[in-house]
């Protein structure tokens, strides 16, 4: 069974207006947070990870929010650009496990 | 730095055959991880190394599966004998340490597909 869920496959937003991109995970154990973005035909990059010590991190306009009572993370992206289109992907784990475990993406698309 | 370099990029084989996917990692980057990506499952990782140890094998799907760290600037996942059910792609990635706050870096991948 998928620790690690993101329920959406895809979505499309509008150029300059906000993208939100979820992620549920099952095990509580999980204390540190990731998101990376993956262009095709390349490797994943990271992009902004959150400790479970926080309930939100912000980097320019990405911004990640941990809810842990209901066991989800998002992600948005305000204001979004068409160069943020890709595959989105969170990943989580537990301090000491060195294990990052993925959902299986969000295909973004940003349009002009 | 040239960053994780995974070689090839593309490979397809014949069912039956043996199949060297290849790494090198940032170098002075101390863990290795293979992980490999398809469309129901997403990216899961196989393995992963520490200063060319191997830590943690249970994500190998099978005993067709092998990987190894000879040096800390090179590493190969082998599958022998390959399987339709293979073909994906395949990312390997470094960290300075197994330990981050910042995630890995992953290389460009390498797309198998077996026929």
């Known amino acids: 069974d998928q620790q690690v869920k993101q329920n959406s496959p895809s979505l499309s937003v509008q150029e300059g207006r906000i993208s939100i991109l979820n992620c549920d995970y099952t095990?509580?154990?999980?204390?540190?947070f990731l998101w990376y973005k993956k262009y095709p035909a390349e490797g994943p990059t990271f992009l902004i990870s959150?400790?479970?010590?926080?309930d939100k991190n912000e980097d320019g306009r990405f911004t990640v929010f941990l809810n842990k009572s209901a066991k989800h993370l998002s992600l948005h992206i305000v204001p979004s650009q068409p160069g943020d289109s890709a595959v989105y992907f969170c990943?989580?784990?537990?301090?000491?496990?060195?294990?990052?475990?993925f959902g299986t993406g969000t295909r973004l698309k940003v349009l002009a | 730095d040239a960053g994780v370099i995974q070689s090839p990029r593309h490979e397809v084989t014949e069912m039956g055959q043996e199949v060297t996917l290849r790494c090198k990692p940032i170098?002075?980057?101390?863990?290795l991880f293979w992980y490999r990506q398809t469309m129901m499952r997403g990216l899961e990782l196989l393995i992963y190394?520490?200063?060319?140890?191997?830590?943690?094998d249970s994500g190998m799907p099978e005993d067709r599966f092998s990987a190894k760290m000879p040096n800390a600037s090179f590493s190969t996942l082998k599958i022998q004998p390959s399987e339709p059910r293979d073909s994906a792609v395949y990312f390997c990635?470094?960290?300075?340490?197994?330990?981050?706050?910042?995630?890995?870096?992953f290389g460009s991948g390498t797309r198998l597909t077996v026929v």
């Open positions: 990635a470094s960290s300075p340490t197994l330990t981050t706050d910042y995630g890995y870096t």
């Open positions: 095990n509580s154990m999980f204390d540190y």
């Open positions: 959150i400790s479970s010590i926080k």
């Open positions: 990943a989580v784990t537990t301090s000491g496990t060195y294990k990052y475990i």
């Open positions: 170098s002075g980057h101390n863990s």
């Open positions: 190394f520490n200063n060319n140890v191997p830590i943690d």
